[in-house]
């Protein structure tokens, strides 16, 4: 299956931004107590955009893990040059299409790590085989992804204030189905993990400002609901209006971010 998917920066990391700001719980710690990255291993992080991963297990390994990021957005690997260079770490980030052959020799990398990214993978198979060749023997993956009960009010919203159709997000349509079933047939030891994440909006704005992070053009997600520039704004102008409307009777919006995590074993 091929997907049309593009990331831009300002949204990416506005969503990240969003999730820190009104989120009850921190994903990055939920990551380094799953992971446990240590000082000498060897890392790659596929899809690592501006490199969130990368620098949190820098900072939890105190630098003393190798660590490679490949992404396919030269915009995001530029910004994650230049914080690379700002808080002086050593990450090498490098290009890489997870639709293609990985460059890399077999068996190099104790961890493979990819953080809402790899599971827009064309070809799941190819992609997951891919990951396991660079994998040393009893090295990890852990792929984490949106579970398909994410996000449940962002939706319900959206469905309320249009009469579209939603258009299928290749993360949890497949998450747990094909995503997780592939790993397993590949893997020699596949774990599911879960984790939970309420986003408290005390006012309808950042909800709507997640909402044009969310839906963008650029981002080739969502472009069935509307067409051009004036469309967009009078959907972003009915799901505020509808917003306005939950947050009226609630006194606040409430978001859950429901993420999975694929942990394998090589
Ligand atoms: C939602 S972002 C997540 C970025 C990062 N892992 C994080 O957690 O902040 C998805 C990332 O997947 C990257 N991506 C999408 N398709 C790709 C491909 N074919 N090869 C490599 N990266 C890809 C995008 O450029 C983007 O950086």
């Known amino acids: 299956m091929q997907i049309n998917y593009q990331e831009p920066s300002k949204d990416l990391l506005t969503r990240i931004d969003i999730h820190e700001k009104y989120g009850s719980a921190n994903i990055d710690v939920w990551t380094n107590e799953l992971l446990k990255p240590q000082a000498g291993m060897n890392i790659l992080d596929v899809g690592c955009g501006a490199g969130k991963l990368c620098f949190l297990f820098n900072e939890y390994t105190h630098g003393g893990a190798k660590i490679t990021g490949g992404d396919f957005s030269e915009e995001l690997l530029g910004k994650a040059r230049e914080k690379n260079q700002q808080v002086g770490a050593d990450i090498d980030f490098q290009f890489l299409d997870f639709n293609k052959p990985f460059n890399f020799a077999d068996n190099t990398f104790d961890l493979c790590t990819s953080a809402f990214a790899i599971y827009y993978a064309s070809n799941l198979d190819f992609t997951f085989g891919e990951a396991h060749h660079v994998l040393k023997p009893g090295g990890r993956l852990f792929v984490s992804g949106p579970l ?19 258009p299928p997000m290749p993360g949890s349509s ?6 997780f ?83 394998a074993t090589k």
């Open 174 to 179: 497949r998450f747990k189905g094909d995503i």
């Open 148 to 166: 398909p009960e994410n996000k449940q009010m962002f939706y319900d919203i959206i469905k309320e204030a249009t009469d579209k159709t939603i």
């Open 181 to 263: 079933n592939t790993i397993d047939r590949i893997f020699a030891k596949t774990e599911l993990h879960k984790f939970e994440n309420h986003l408290t909006f005390p006012e309808v704005a950042p909800f709507i400002e997640y909402v044009r992070a969310s839906l963008g053009e650029d981002r080739k997600l969502w472009t069935s609901m509307f067409n051009g520039k004036d469309e967009y704004e009078a959907l972003i102008g009915k799901i505020q209006a509808v917003a306005q409307k939950w947050f009226d009777r609630d006194g606040k919006l409430v978001m859950t971010k429901v993420v999975g995590g694929i942990l």
